[in-house]
């Protein structure tokens, strides 16, 4: 009889043990399953804020010829403010990091 309580007890502390490591996993699973929306989220944003800075390229690209030519000094100052414009992009991306 007591060879069988020895194996039961042995049996149930496993058990408890088993439960309290499945419990422990969920909690893990359920933290890194939250980490990897944040994270897919900051590359949806990130890659958005890439666009943008490739369309701001092409647009100084376009001032910069027409520049070249000899326009006036107005496009050279619009020009500085979208190099602005990049560079607090650029912070932004990254401070995000």
Known sequence: MFDFETTLSGI?????????????????????TESKEEQTETIKNQQQTIEELKQEIE????????????????????????IRNIDKSLTLLTKMD
Not at 12 to 32: D, S
Not at 64 to 82: C, F, P, R, Y
């Open 12 to 32: 149930e502390y496993k058990v408890r043990q088993l439960i309290e490591q499945n419990n422990r996993l969920e909690e893990t699973i359920a933290k890194l």
């Open 59 to 82: 647009i100084l690209k376009l001032r910069n010829t027409l520049v070249q030519k000899g326009d006036s000094a107005e496009i050279k100052l619009k020009i500085n403010q979208l």
